[in-house]
């Protein structure tokens, strides 16, 4: 039996679907050029707003540990509709609001991460803060049921 190779269209309709999955799992590089490893870590700004006090409170980190599983699920309090890339960081503005929260990877060391994280309220004032964290996995009990749940814990924190 004889095999021919896939028409390209049967190849273009496989590396949509190829990209399609990979968007789903939060795998696929957004940034035009870059493959999927460069772009390592992505999560709602917001998030490194949980970890980070009000400029006017004393102590921070506030938390130190979060359940990305549930980041990814509630849509409500971390919509992506504001989150964009520019430049290099992950940017999220309120819509009609002036400010922003955004983050940039700096650097990488297995599942290590350090993010720079800016906030500005809309005003003049925008804070930095480095912030170094691990991403693993742990298991939580929830409604009595081990459930096992992907976290970002706080490993340290730098004000620029």
Same mark, same amino acid.
């Given at each position: 039996?004889?095999?021919?190779?896939?028409?390209?269209?049967?190849?273009?309709?496989?590396?949509?679907?190829?990209?399609?999955?990979?968007?789903?799992?939060?795998?696929?590089?957004?940034?035009?050029?870059?493959?999927?490893?460069?772009?390592?870590?992505?999560?709602?700004?917001?998030?490194?707003?949980?970890?980070?006090?009000?400029?006017?409170?004393?102590?921070?980190?506030?938390?130190?540990?979060?359940?990305?599983?549930?980041?990814?699920?509630?849509?409500?309090?971390?919509?992506?509709?504001?989150?964009?890339?520019? @430049?290099?960081? #992950?940017?999220?503005?309120?819509? $009609?609001?002036?400010?922003? %929260? =955004?983050?940039?990877?700096? +650097?990488?060391?297995?599942?290590?991460?350090?993010?720079?994280?800016?906030?500005?309220?809309? @005003?003049?004032? #925008?804070?930095?803060?480095?912030? $170094?964290?691990?991403?693993? %996995? =742990?298991?939580?009990?929830? +409604?009595?049921?081990?459930?096992?749940?992907?976290?970002?814990?706080?490993?340290?924190?730098?004000?620029?």
């Amino acid at each position: 039996m004889k095999t021919h190779p896939p028409s390209s269209f049967t190849r273009n309709l496989a590396i949509a679907v190829l990209a399609v999955a990979l968007s789903a799992s939060g795998l696929f590089a957004e940034e035009p050029g870059k493959a999927a490893a460069a772009l390592p870590f992505k999560t709602h700004p917001q998030v490194f707003g949980l970890i980070q006090s009000w400029v006017s409170d004393p102590e921070s980190p506030m938390a130190t540990e979060i359940n990305l599983d549930a980041v990814e699920s509630n849509r409500n309090q971390f919509s992506g509709d504001g989150v964009k890339l520019e @430049g290099g960081w #992950t940017v999220f503005r309120e819509t $009609g609001e002036a400010g922003f %929260k =955004r983050y940039r990877v700096i +650097d990488v060391e297995g599942d290590h991460y350090k993010v720079e994280y800016q906030d500005n309220g809309g @005003g003049s004032l #925008t804070t930095a803060t480095v912030i $170094g964290f691990t991403l693993l %996995k =742990r298991e939580i009990r929830k +409604d009595g049921k081990p459930v096992e749940v992907r976290v970002l814990r706080v490993d340290s924190l730098d004000s620029k």
